[in-house]
Structure formats: structure tokens, C-alpha cells
């Protein structure tokens, strides 16, 4: 006889084609029919609250006199909570942010009970090779999900064992038809057998037990509450199966029986019977960017310079950090990332952004502050403390600004030797502006502030004081000198008339001739994915644009500022005429910073056309098999064309599966000789095209106005989501993309891309103390030396992926990564290093700091 155990769930997304407010009513709707079902009613045992946590803090706070209530069903088991605090997308938010989601979901489940040990991912759009890895980080070792996989992974089943680096595995529980197949069951017998029929041929055939799940419950659905007269029916349908209401780990508790489950490896993105939507991450790349940027703040200034500050005897703020993660993770979900949504539920998404990135940004410069004002003095002068946030020493270009009313001056490092430096630019500021009590005394002096850059070379994980002292000579202006081009110790490199640069490798003397132009196509898709329109043909920068290119050199770096109007076909109808009365302007800004190896890239595009798609084609000349790109604590390689690409359509694919891939800061192709690399603070969407497959195709963005359509080309039949317009979704407005450029001597073990996008991602930051602030403070009764390291990492083949204090301990952690196929030793100096905790920040009993390819560790950095 099969058991079949029927769940009942809601999937609760916090927004879609309605908005958090409009969900949030639903919500104290749905959870007060919950409650009294649970509390008068014991033959209804459990329900399941969607595996995540902000849900019942959007309850909380507008019926906190609920959460008794609440408690007591979760510590009874029957109302089942977490493990997660926002249902996350796996493909493009950062580990950090997937650890951060875990964390903070627990915790805050453990506040109300025991949380749902299951790694419940019922609709994320594809899954992450790195998720059982990360699962296991916090004892979890039970996953439930729905896309991605097909047979092409080595099984036809639909439970297996799930395995990723360094041994981690998770006992996997498919939902192959979704996690709605039981909503809104009818009692009536009739529609009742047709519509199970079809659910039970597709469950017996993956299934390799006698237990088999229906999911009672839909998106923002209400608690089925005529389930037993259901039950009634389907018991008189199916003689032969027993039905019951239940909860999941019933079922793992059965499967974590068997011996011979299948054991399968890898990313799970085959849209074969499910829609993983591969073109979603370039939809809405104002927000998409946004989120790189912000992660990248979090992970790489703030939380290393909170730890910084902590060690030096500061509070570490717990709570404002925690609050900004939990902000734009709000913004993880599934199709609140992946932008499929209305366009009033993405100015609440932006919104979101907006306020986290001011909350990181004013913390930082918080954090600067106190440890600047904690330096020592030194009569006459105002202070320009510069910060390194990697785990080794580093000599980098800077470019800051310094606001003081000398005239003339002169830095001075911390053993008192003079530092060169240019001053590019000078700006007189209102004293008002910089705290408005100056002028209030009757002080109307203004302060000039100056744009300087200098290079330095800084202790690992710390800051050294300069001194801004007053001088007899007049500092002068150092205008960058107009050249043919521009160049550092490795590379040369100038800009072209067509809008395109062209490069000298100084080390291999290899030059790379028109690259960075861009590729525009139609776009009849929606917001989940690209369609491209029959018989379009990619418009090509290159072969369109004539551009203003102007280069500029200083002492410190050197940079080509490109501009062009580019006419392109205004909308679909234009395109179809094979007319182009439409503009976009464009203007890219390459950087060649002194003491770099990459080359920094600022792409502003103003786009006033609709309907189309714009690439940046960077055309590295390695010939090639499979890109190299990274994932989350990791790298992931992937083969640049797809077999099933020739039989998608007889084998009756739910998606086409086109080879566009996501990636989190940094993509590559590889041989023997060279590495070529795009790094990213923005876009994180890219396909390797070309007829030799030699060109990385990174997505700028797409311009669309639908959220979803039917019978598109590269995905056939019904629309995802519903036909709901979403003009806002054009992006007609300026965007604004960064890039780095990275090419390499030798194969990718050799180059590493990895370091270089976390040595880009972590730039030097400064902090300008000049006596004078708008927000007063008590002088910071911490003294600081005026140089400092909070510790070394030896060897730097290993990518630090954030620093951070320990949530219930007095601990600094540092969580580490090796993105190579090789092994690698972690070797720290300034830290013992003697104990190694887990995701959950609990110790460990080992001894272990060799890591295994795509293996993350974090260890106590106790000094």
C-alpha cells in the first residue's frame, strides 16, 4: 500500500504581481485561520509555514499580541517554522547572504521552537552546486526542491542523495510536479480522480519507497479547511493507498532508511520540466546591480572594518548589521531577485536597496570615525587614516578627497616620511555643508576640498594615519597630461574611434585589437526570460558608432573616457522595419590604475529604446571548451555549448537551454597560455559566444515591458506569471555598470581570478578626520595606534570571504575559501588559529586548515 502524506503549506511570497502591504493583509488573514484550526482541532496535526521566518515577523508587527500563540503551536510541533528568513534564490546572491539567511533564520525559529531542519527550497529558480556544502554548515542534511533536474544528472528518481565539496552531502526529497499539486483539492469525486490520476503516474515513477507527498497548499492560499471530507474522498478513489495528513520529515525519517539510494553531483539548472528562467538574472539590472553592490560593501568593508574596530576595543554593532542583511535579503526571494514582478512591487524592492546601502554607508564612515579619532595627534594637523581590508599587505592606487582650510600641505605617514601624491581637482565647500554650527558663530570661511591620488602600500587587515600638515608651498593642481593612450608597468591600452580599445599585454606582448563593443538584439521576452526575435540579427557597436575617445595620464593611473550616441531601433515594430530612430548614449570610462593588474571599467548607458537586450563582448582570443565562473564559495565550470540544445524541442522541454549562465564576481575562459576574466560589481549574466567560442557576452541589460507572455520562442506554451504590464520594466534611464578586466599569464590556477575579484572588490577606503562634523560625538575614549594589523594570511591562493564577530561570543571569525582544484594550507600569522567553527558559528573539533577545491572554513582569529 502507498502512503501518501499530504502536507499542508502555504508558499508565501512576500511580493510579486502585488505588493508586501497587500500580501501582509492576506497574511493576518490566513494566519488566524491557522492558528484556530491547530489550537481546536488535534486531528489536524501540522502546518508548514513556508520554511522561512520573515513572514511571522511581517505578522509580529501588526499583531504582536499573536505571538504567544504562535510559540506555543511551534513548541508542540504542530506549526512549523524556518530554517530560512527569506525564501532565497541560489544563483545570484552571494554566500554570504545565503549563510547570512540561515543564520538569522534559525535563530530567530529557535526564539519561537525547534525550526524545520529541511533545507526547503520549493521554488527557487535552479539550484546551487554549493547549497549541501552550506546545508551541512549548519547540521542540516535534508533538502526538499523542485527545479532543475533531469535524467541528464544520473538519475530518473526523485529522492537521492545530493553531493557537494569536501564531502558534504543532503538526503533530497524532489517535488517533481511543484509544490502545488494539492491546492484548492475539490471533495467531488470526479475532478477529484481526473486531477490525481495524473499526479500519481509521475510520483510512482520517481519514487523509491511506498511514501509519496502531496503538498496541500499554494501561493498565498488559505488553510484548506474542508481537508477531511477530502481525505474521505481520495480514500474511497485509491482503495490501495492509505492518505493522511503529515509533515516532511516524516517522510525523510523512512527514506534515511534505504541504503541504495542514487548519488548525484552538481548545479541543478535543466529546465526540462520545470522553468528555471536561465535569462532572469539580467531583468531589472538596476536592482540586480544594486545587490552586487551592496553585498560587496557588507562583506568586504564593513563587517572586516567592524572587526577592526571590535579588536581594538569598539562595540561591534550586532544589531545594525543584522538589520541591513535582513533588509535586502527581504529582497532574496526568489521572484524578488529574480525581478518577475509588478512594477509597484519593484520600487518597494529598490526602495529597499536604497535604505540598506545608506545604513551600510553611514556605518562604515561610522566605523572610520571612531577608529580615526582613536589615533594618535599630532599638533597642527588633520588626519587621513586609509584602510586595507584584505588579509595581506597591498600596495594600491588611491583616489580620495581631503576638506581642510590650509591652503598648502603636504602628507606625512606614520614615521613622519612625506607621501607624494597629485591633486586632480579642487572645490570650495560652504562651511554650512560641513557642520552648521560654523556658520552659526559667524564663521563664513569656506574649506576647499581636494581631490588627491597617491599610492601607499598598507598592513594586511588594517589602516596606517597620514598626516595632513600645513606647508609654506603652495600646492598646486596636477592635471592629468592628454596622451595616445595610457599605460602602467603591464599594460597598454587606448581607445579606438568606433567606441572600442584596444590592448598590448606588455608581458606576452600580445595585442587585443577592438575589444569591449557592445551587441544589441531584440527582445520579445518577459521578465523571466529573453526571447530573441525571428530573423534579427545582432547591431554591433563597432560597425555603427563613431566616438569622442580622450585619454588622460597622471602619476598614478591613467584612464580613456569613451562617448557615443548609438541609434538603435526604438521598439519591436522598428526593429521588424529595420529601422533605428532610437538612441542610447553611451559612455564607458577605462581606469589603469599604477599598481594594478586589472583594468577597472564604468559603463553608463542611457537607454531610450524599448524592447531589446545590450551585451558588452570582451573577445579574449582563448579558443575554448567550458568558462570557468564562480559560485558561492567556490568556481564551477561549464560547457560553452549544451548537447540537449539539439534535442530540447523532441523531447518536449519545459525551456530551451541556451548557455546563459549566472556568475557572482568573476567569469574566465582558460588554456595553458592565458586567463581572460571579467570581474563585476553589477551584472552577474553572461554566455561565452563567438565562432571559435573565444568571446565572454556579459548582459548590461534587458529592456522589457511584460512580466510575462505565452509561447515564447526559447520557452513554448503558457506565460510564467501572468500577462500584467510593467513599463517601468524598460529601464528607459541611464544605468550605470562596473566592470574589471583581467588578463593573466598561464592557466587558471596560475591566474586566480578569484583574488583578483576580491582584491577588486575591496579597493582602499579613506576616512578625512578635519576636526569638524555635522553629528557631534564624545571624543572615542579607545585609543588606536596610528598604524595597525588585525592579522596575515600567508598564503593568498585562499579568498578571505568575510571577517566578522561572533554572534554569541567574544570571538573574531574569518571564513575562508579555495576556489582551485588543487589543495591548499591555510596560513595565518597575528592569529593562533586554534579552534574552527561551522556556518552556524559553533566550534568544531578539528585540526584542519587544508582545504579541498570549492571547501569553505571559518576559524577563530584570537590573537
Known amino acids: 500500500m502507498k502512503n501518501v502524506h499530504i502536507v499542508p503549506h502555504m508558499h508565501w511570497d512576500r511580493e510579486w504581481y502585488f505588493t508586501t502591504e497587500e500580501s501582509r493583509i492576506l497574511l493576518v488573514n490566513n494566519m488566524s485561520e491557522i492558528l484556530d484550526m491547530l489550537e481546536n482541532n488535534p486531528d489536524y496535526p501540522y502546518y508548514v509555514l513556508d520554511g522561512q521566518t520573515a513572514l511571522l515577523e511581517d505578522y509580529f508587527a501588526v499583531c504582536p499580541e499573536k505571538e504567544e500563540r504562535v510559540k506555543r503551536l511551534v513548541q508542540e510541533g504542530r506549526l512549523i517554522v524556518g530554517p530560512w528568513y527569506s525564501q532565497t534564490d541560489e544563483l545570484v546572491v552571494g554566500g554570504e547572504s545565503i549563510v547570512r539567511n540561515l543564520l538569522y533564520g534559525l535563530k530567530d525559529s529557535r526564539k519561537l521552537g525547534n525550526p524545520m531542519m529541511i533545507g526547503y527550497l520549493p521554488d527557487s529558480f535552479g539550484q546551487s552546486a554549493q547549497m549541501p556544502q552550506i546545508l551541512n554548515g549548519f547540521d542540516i542534511e535534508r533538502v526538499i526542491f523542485w527545479r532543475g533536474v533531469s535524467e541528464r544528472h544520473g538519475t530518473d528518481r526523485t529522492e537521492f542523495y545530493w553531493e557537494g565539496s569536501a564531502g558534504s552531502k543532503v538526503l533530497t526529497q524532489l517535488f517533481p510536479l511543484g509544490y502545488a499539486i494539492g491546492k484548492y483539492l475539490p471533495t467531488e469525486k470526479e475532478p477529484l480522480k481526473e486531477r490525481m490520476d495524473k499526479y500519481f503516474g509521475v510520483l510512482d515513477r520517481g519514487a523509491t519507497t511506498d511514501e509519496e507527498i502531496i503538498p496541500n497548499g499554494h501561493d498565498q492560499m488559505p488553510i484548506q479547511k474542508n481537508i477531511f471530507q477530502v481525505i474521505e474522498s481520495l480514500e474511497e478513489l485509491y482503495p490501495e493507498r492509505k492518505f493522511f495528513l503529515s509533515r516532511y520529515e516524516n517522510v525523510f525519517d523512512i527514506l534515511e532508511k534505504k541504503l541504495d539510494l542514487p548519488r548525484i553531483k552538481g548545479e541543478f539548472i535543466d529546465g526540462k520540466y520545470s522553468r528555471v528562467h536561465r535569462s532572469i538574472f539580467s531583468t531589472r539590472m538596476d536592482i540586480k546591480a544594486a545587490n552586487a553592490r551592496i553585498e560587496n560593501k557588507l562583506t568586504n568593508i564593513l563587517e572586516p572594518l567592524a572587526s577592526i574596530a571590535y579588536s581594538l576595543g569598539h562595540e561591534y554593532h550586532h544589531g545594525l548589521i543584522e538589520g541591513i542583511w535582513k533588509e535586502i535579503m527581504k529582497n532574496h526571494a526568489h521572484d524578488s531577485i529574480g525581478c518577475c514582478c509588478s512594477d509597484k512591487a519593484h520600487f518597494e524592492i529598490l526602495a529597499r536597496f536604497v535604505n540598506a546601502e545608506e545604513r551600510t554607508d553611514r556605518l562604515i564612515e561610522f566605523y572610520q570615525r571612531k577608529l580615526s579619532e582613536g589615533t594618535p595627534d599630532k599638533e597642527g594637523t588633520e588626519k587621513l587614516v586609509v584602510f586595507n581590508l584584505l588579509p595581506y599587505e597591498r600596495k594600491e592606487t588611491l583616489t580620495t578627497t581631503i576638506i581642510t582650510k590650509k591652503a598648502s600641505f603636504h602628507l606625512l605617514d606614520s614615521d613622519g616620511k612625506s607621501v607624494d601624491f597629485d591633486i586632480l581637482n579642487e572645490e570650495i565647500i560652504d562651511p554650512g555643508l560641513i557642520d552648521r554650527q560654523i556658520v552659526h558663530y559667524g564663521n563664513y570661511e569656506p574649506f576647499v576640498k581636494f581631490t588627491i591620488s597617491f599610492e601607499k602600500e598598507l598592513p594586511a587587515m588594517g589602516y596606517e594615519t597620514l598626516y595632513i600638515e600645513q606647508c609654506a608651498e603652495s600646492a598646486s593642481m596636477k592635471k592629468a597630461v592628454s596622451s595616445a593612450c595610457i599605460e602602467n608597468d603591464r599594460f597598454k591600452l587606448w581607445g579606438n574611434p568606433n567606441g572600442t580599445i584596444t590592448l598590448l599585454d606588455k608581458d606576452s606582448n600580445e595585442e587585443f585589437s577592438e575589444i569591449l563593443y557592445l551587441e544589441d538584439v531584440a527582445d520579445d521576452g518577459d521578465e523571466y526570460d529573453f526571447s530573441p526575435l525571428e530573423n534579427d540579427r545582432p547591431i554591433l557597436s563597432k560597425d555603427e558608432v563613431k566616438a569622442t575617445v580622450e585619454h588622460s595620464q597622471n602619476n598614478y593611473a591613467g584612464t580613456v573616457n569613451i562617448a557615443y550616441e548609438w541609434c538603435l531601433p526604438k521598439h519591436l515594430e522598428e526593429r521588424k522595419q529595420g529601422k533605428s530612430t532610437g538612441k542610447v548614449s553611451v559612455n564607458l570610462e577605462v581606469e589603469l590604475p599604477k599598481a594594478s593588474d586589472s583594468i577597472r571599467l564604468t559603463l553608463r548607458v542611457d537607454n531610450q529604446c524599448k ?93 522589457i515591458g511584460v512580466l510575462g507572455k505565452e509561447n515564447l520562442v526559447r520557452r513554448p506554451g503558457r506565460p510564467s506569471g501572468i500577462k500584467l504590464p510593467t513599463p517601468d520594466s524598460q529601464m528607459l534611464r541611464e544605468i550605470q555598470l562596473e566592470f574589471g578586466l583581467v588578463i593573466s599569464n598561464g592557466p587558471i590556477a596560475q591566474g586566480n581570478p578569484a583574488k583578483h575579484a576580491k582584491e577588486y572588490l575591496t579597493p582602499f577606503v579613506a576616512y578625512n578626520q578635519m576636526g569638524y562634523n555635522a553629528m557631534k560625538l564624545n571624543k572615542a575614549e579607545v585609543a588606536s595606534p596610528n598604524r595597525y594589523s588585525l592579522f596575515t594570511q600567508k598564503n593568498e591562493h585562499l579568498i578571505l570571504s568575510t571577517v566578522k564577530k561572533a554572534e554569541n561570543s567574544e570571538k573574531i571569525l574569518g571564513r575562508f575559501f579555495n576556489p582551485l582544484e588543487g589543495n591548499e594550507v591555510l596560513q595565518l600569522e597575528g592569529a593562533k588559529s586554534s579552534s574552527f567553527y561551522d556556518l552556524k558559528e559553533e566550534p568544531i573539533h578539528s585540526d584542519k586548515n587544508e582545504l579541498s577545491a570549492n571547501e569553505v572554513i571559518t576559524i577563530d582569529l584570537e590573537q
Open 611 to 703: 524592447d531589446h537586450r545590450t551585451r558588452l563582448i570582451f573577445p579574449t582570443g582563448i579558443e575554448s571548451q567550458f568558462s570557468f565562473a564562480d559560485n558561492q564559495f567556490g568556481t564551477i565550470r561549464r560547457g560553452v555549448h549544451d548537447q540537449a540544445m539539439d534535442v530540447w524541442e523532441k523531447e518536449d522541454w519545459d525551456e530551451r537551454p541556451d548557455t546563459i549562465f549566472p556568475f557572482l564576481t568573476n567569469v574566465s575562459l582558460s588554456n595553458k597560455q592565458r586567463t581572460a576574466a571579467i570581474l563585476t560589481n553589477s551584472s552577474r549574466e553572461y554566455e561565452i559566444i563567438g565562432e571559435k567560442n573565444d568571446c565572454i557576452a556579459i548582459t548590461l541589460f534587458r529592456s
